[in-house]
């Protein structure tokens, strides 16, 4: 396996809350990776082989390592799910998703393997059918030792373009990081024993250098935001970040906008004729003005880095 490995993933994939272990999300990366190379991706039903010596190469551990972290992956990805929310088409409602990640996995000991399949509706959240979707460098995870660091640079990447995410509710990030309930609920053991191990990793491990800014209702906190930007021994083209200056990436965020002023911005006429496409017309979005303005705010919120044609404050005076 090379160093040029890909992991591309529909941003619904990528802001879903799902708990999962190192083994059990490396198995995932790996089994993206190896459907694409066989070009099954298309195939929903296709059994992909995920071998023992790859996860070894790839993640610089034991052999035996490699055939434990496989044995331990097939039980949890089986149990496994990850939920995610958006706008039912025929409703025009908000629709909570659970989704599982497979629907048949086998672990074949002596040949040091396993072979899954993904269920129908993982596969088109693993392909680059739409605009939305976040992609990067396998090796840029490859060292992480923490399954909120994975987590986290995900996260991140989906705002790669801008450099910074969105405020992201206390309780959105736990749910997105896959913290269980019971665990951590003193914020400063959350902060020290997730946040801080993640990106003092994710700074030590990976190609971005990154922060946090926490923010208060009152003297209780109650959301957070990332900052990172590249470093620079390690600055490369990236398949998915567009080709803007950096310097200008902050002209597309929605930073300081309120969901009145994000209205105002979906109802631009301007805004309607540079982002009508990205709608199918049988959807709640494409049927009513209601249902459009309703999801161009959700979807300026969770990235807006795929509005790129103008700044996006522009259209409040366009």
Do not use: C
């Not at 490859?142 to 405020?167: C, D, F, P």
Request: no cysteine; glycine share 4%.
């Amino acid at each position: 396996m090379n160093d040029k490995l890909l992991i591309t993933k529909d941003n619904r994939l990528i802001s879903a809350s799902y708990s999962l272990g190192i083994p059990e999300q490396r198995l995932i990366f790996l089994a993206i990776i190896e459907a694409r190379e066989q070009k099954q991706l298309i195939d929903a039903r296709g059994v992909l082989q995920i071998k023992a010596k790859s996860y070894q190469e790839q993640f610089k551990v034991e052999k035996h390592t490699s055939y434990d972290a496989l044995k331990s992956a097939t039980s949890g990805l089986f149990d496994a799910h990850f939920e995610y929310e958006d706008i039912h088409e025929q409703t025009g409602k908000l629709a909570r998703h659970v989704i599982r990640w497979v629907q048949k996995i086998t672990y074949i000991d002596a040949a040091g393997m396993v072979e899954l399949q993904f269920t129908d509706a993982v596969i088109p959240l693993i392909t680059r059918l739409s605009e939305q979707y976040t992609e990067y460098e396998l090796k840029q995870v490859s060292e992480l030792q923490s399954e909120y660091s994975i987590r986290l640079y995900e996260l991140m990447m989906q705002w790669k373009a801008v450099g910074k995410t969105n405020r992201i509710s206390v309780d959105d990030l736990r749910r997105k990081l896959g913290v269980e309930p019971e665990q951590y609920k003193k914020m400063n053991n959350f902060k020290a024993r997730v946040l801080d191990h993640a990106v003092n990793q994710i700074n030590k491990h990976t190609d971005i250098q990154a922060e946090y800014e926490q923010h208060k209702d009152g003297r209780v906190i109650s959301g957070f935001t990332f900052k990172f930007k590249v470093k620079k021994n390690k600055i490369k083209t990236s398949i998915e970040a567009d080709k803007r200056d950096i310097d200008t990436a902050d002209m597309f965020t929605i930073e300081g906008l309120n969901d009145k002023q994000l209205g105002r911005i979906a109802r631009n006429p301007q805004f309607i004729t540079d982002y009508n496409h990205i709608v199918s017309p049988t959807s709640a979005a494409g049927q009513s003005d209601s249902g459009w303005e309703f999801e161009m705010i959700n979807r300026l919120k969770k990235d807006a880095s795929q509005f790129k044609k103008r700044p996006i404050k522009e259209y409040l005076v366009y």
